[in-house]
């Protein structure tokens, strides 16, 4: 099964999507933990990507569809729920393409939407893990240990795309893509939508179990 989430940069696709990968057993993809990857692995991906990530614009479509298409080999089509993927037009066409290649198709596509407000909120007090890219709230979803991660032990750090300037950078990208690409898989009837956040009372614990039910009554294999 293929599952794509849409949503805001600190919307908590991130951390649903991981929740949703350990429940339903299927590997979560991440196109901008992959970057990291790269990042910290200094490859000429990396290298290249930074210029774009570190100002909060978005990797062209070219470089991202490449990586993409690397890392879904890997795992042979067999299903991922892809998480900051697409994120233009072009990227959703190019995914249906790919996968259409390999018999395949995106069953199921779920938007996040928060309020913007508390997106701003929840980017500036978020850390995320060095070594396991593990995702914490210091106020709602804080580790058990100050700066450590609790899956792995690892330290904690905010990213370097947090910082106010980029973030608002990365909010306004946001904006002026995220509209045609919900209208994009509404034509398909494929879309789910779900508040989340604090002004919908709804942790990302709870907004997980929503959706498995969700995912469950509606695509039994
Ligand atoms: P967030 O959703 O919180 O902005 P991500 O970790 O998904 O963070 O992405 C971090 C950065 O990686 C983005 O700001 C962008 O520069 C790059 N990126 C990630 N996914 C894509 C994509 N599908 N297309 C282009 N750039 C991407
Ligand atoms: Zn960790």
């Known amino acids: 099964m293929f599952?794509?989430?849409?949503?805001?940069?600190?919307?908590?696709?991130?951390?649903?999507?991981?929740l949703l990968s350990e429940k339903l057993n299927i590997p979560h993809i991440s196109t901008g933990d992959l970057f990291r990857d790269n990042l910290k692995n200094e490859t000429p991906l990396g290298k290249t990507a930074k210029e774009y990530i570190d100002k909060g614009e978005l990797v062209p479509d070219e470089i991202t569809v490449k990586m993409l298409v690397q890392e879904l080999e890997k795992?042979?089509?067999?299903?991922?729920?892809?998480?900051?993927?697409?994120?233009?037009?072009?990227?959703?066409?190019?995914?249906?393409?790919?996968?259409?290649?390999?018999?395949?198709?995106v069953d199921i596509v779920i938007?996040?939407?928060?309020?913007?407000?508390?997106?701003?909120?929840?980017?500036?007090?978020?850390?995320?893990?060095?070594?396991?890219?593990?995702?914490?709230?210091?106020?709602?979803?804080?580790?058990?240990?100050?700066?450590?991660?609790?899956?792995?032990?690892?330290?904690?750090?905010?990213?370097?795309d947090q910082k106010p300037e980029v973030v608002n950078n990365r909010l306004e990208v946001y904006k002026n893509t995220s509209s045609r690409l919900i209208d994009y898989y509404k034509d398909n009837k494929k879309l789910y939508q779900v508040q989340a956040?604090?002004?919908?009372?709804?942790?990302?614990?709870?907004?997980?179990e929503e959706l498995i039910k969700y995912i469950k009554e509606n695509f039994k294999s």
């Open 3 to 18: 599952i794509v989430l849409l949503g805001a940069p600190g919307s908590g696709k991130g951390t649903i999507s991981k």
């Open 75 to 105: 795992s042979s089509y067999s299903g991922a729920i892809l998480d900051g993927f697409p994120r233009t037009e072009k990227q959703a066409e190019e995914l249906d393409n790919l996968l259409l290649a390999n018999n395949k198709m």
């Open 111 to 160: 938007n996040v939407e928060v309020p913007f407000e508390e997106i701003v909120d929840r980017i500036a007090s978020r850390r995320n893990c060095k070594n396991c890219s593990e995702i914490y709230n210091i106020h709602y979803n804080p580790p058990k240990v100050e700066g450590i991660c609790d899956a792995c032990g690892g330290e904690l750090y905010q990213r370097e």
């Open 197 to 208: 956040g604090d002004s919908a009372n709804k942790t990302s614990s709870d907004v997980a």
